[in-house]
């Protein structure tokens, strides 16, 4: 199935740990982001990547940071999580060249990952 | 942080019926994207409306942008249990680095 994969999809783990998400999509699309969802199911984008290249980074807190392998997967890597880390993680893309273009042609999200810091 | 309006914020109906939720803000948008977010699973985006009064139609389900690009509509026709979820809308605000504008989504349950 073409799609935007992401594991796992529940991950639950003590404050001060470390702890990674992955995200693939078989879709070719060029740019790759990564959204945070509160449980006031507000989205809040966090980081994209054109081509593995970081073209977007909010103010996130700098023990999140992203990695691009390549223009199909899009990792996120989380240092010392708090309880207010606690959300769901969505990996999203589109396609084109630029962020420009999820305005265009919207995004494609994963399934999520539901991050529950205790 | 700039947000999107969606009204009403939930909503319960019978099958069968019809209704329309709102997307409302003060900015113009170039354009404006409608999702659908089921329990557990991501959002899928619905429709793209681009120009000032478009209308778009997918099956039962009618989008319709706002004259001035300020707002927004959607609405369902006879509406069926598979249409519950979390409807987001998302604006390209040009001015604001050309980012999506989120809003905080009408939380739709269609009972049998």
């Known amino acids: 199935d073409t799609a935007v994969s992401q594991t796992p999809k529940y991950l639950v783990t003590q404050m001060g740990n470390d702890k990674s998400i992955k995200c693939e999509q078989n879709l070719g699309h060029d740019t790759m982001y990564w959204y945070k969802q509160d449980s006031k199911k507000f989205l809040k984008i966090m980081f994209s990547y054109n081509n593995k290249e970081l073209i977007i980074n909010e103010t996130v807190p700098n023990r999140f940071s992203p990695k691009s392998p390549d223009k199909a997967h899009l990792n996120l890597h989380i240092n010392s999580l708090e309880l207010g880390d606690s959300a769901v993680y969505f990996c999203a893309s589109s396609q084109g060249i630029g962020f420009l273009t999820g305005l265009t042609y919207g995004y494609t999200f994963g399934s999520g990952t539901r991050l529950t810091v205790v | ?112």
């Open chain 2, 1 to 112: 942080t700039q947000l999107l309006e969606q009204s009403p914020q939930f909503l319960s109906i019978q099958e069968g019926e019809n209704l329309t939720v709102y997307c409302n803000s003060s900015s113009v948008f170039s354009s404006l994207q409608w999702y659908r977010q089921e329990p557990g699973e991501g959002p899928v985006l619905l429709v793209t409306v681009v120009t000032g009064g478009e209308v778009k139609k997918l099956k039962r389900l009618t989008f319709q942008f706002g004259d001035a690009r300020k707002d927004s509509s959607l609405h369902i026709t006879a509406a069926q249990p598979g249409d519950t979820g979390l409807y987001l809308c998302a604006g390209d605000d040009a001015g604001n680095n050309r980012k999506l504008i989120w809003g905080l989504g009408t939380s739709l349950a269609v009972n049998p």
